[in-house]
């Protein structure tokens, strides 16, 4: 089979699927099952924080999210949490000392996390 053939072929499945999906789009137009979702005529939200990511930095924090790469400020942002757990259920007669070293652990990764923020904020490159 020629690269051509292959193309063509592909291309026919695409618009079959096309034709498909625009014959239920319009019965479901039809029927009103449309205009009966929540979320007709108002523009989608995905949750992803694709809207608030900053314009020049969506495309490459869209490569990294598809190629399963965490950034390196979410990785910080996820210590930050998992210790601030950890301070959350020190009870009251926990060992001053631990306390103080993860509170300083946990003030050390704020910290990193604020200049690494600033510094993006700044540079406006990753």
Known sequence: M??????????????????EIGRHLAESEKTGELRAAPSYGKPLDFGDGYE???AEFRMPMKVLKDAGVVPPEVEVMREIAA???EVDAL????????????????SEKRQVLALRLEKLRLSGSL
Do not use: M, V
């Open 52 to 54: 608030a990511t900053p």
């Open 91 to 106: 009870g009251p007669g926990a060992d001053d000392a631990a306390a103080r070293a993860l509170k300083q652990r946990l």
């Open 83 to 85: 210790l601030q757990a």
């Open 2 to 19: 020629s690269a051509s053939s292959a193309q063509e072929k592909k291309e026919q499945r695409l618009k079959l699927l096309d034709d």
